[in-house]
């Protein structure tokens, strides 16, 4: 299995109908970027990644939890770049 190349990990949960990111970790190329309330309770949620895109051999594990009435939306900055690259001999799991 490939090393990870970036990485966040965020716990959010909900306080008087309010979503809130309660404890986050992250690596570079992936951070992220900034929180903000909407109306309802609910957070919105900017990813920032630093690099040109995703490359041969880029492997990023996004790991969120969700308390119970969290309400978030999770977007990035504009789109992603993936670039093309040739099989490197191995499959990625595909969800189920």
């Known amino acids: 299995m490939h090393e990870v190349t970036g990485c966040i990990d965020a716990y959010f949960r909900a306080a008087a109908g309010v979503t809130q990111l309660r404890n986050h970790a992250q690596s570079y190329p ?3 970027a900034k929180t ?3 109306d309802g309770g ?3 949620v ?3 990644d630093a690099s ?3 490359m041969a051999g880029d492997r990023y594990e996004l790991t969120w939890r969700f308390g119970e009435d969290t309400d978030v939306h999770v977007t990035n900055q ?4 993936v670039h093309p690259s040739h099989k490197a001999g191995w ?3 595909r969800p189920s």
């Not at 504009?78 to 770049?81: L, N, V, W």
């Open 46 to 48: 900017y990813i920032m």
């Open 78 to 81: 504009s789109y992603t770049k």
């Open 52 to 54: 040109p895109g995703i």
């Open 91 to 93: 499959d990625a799991p």
């Open 30 to 32: 992936l951070k992220i």
């Open 36 to 38: 903000f309330p909407f």
């Open 42 to 44: 609910q957070l919105g």
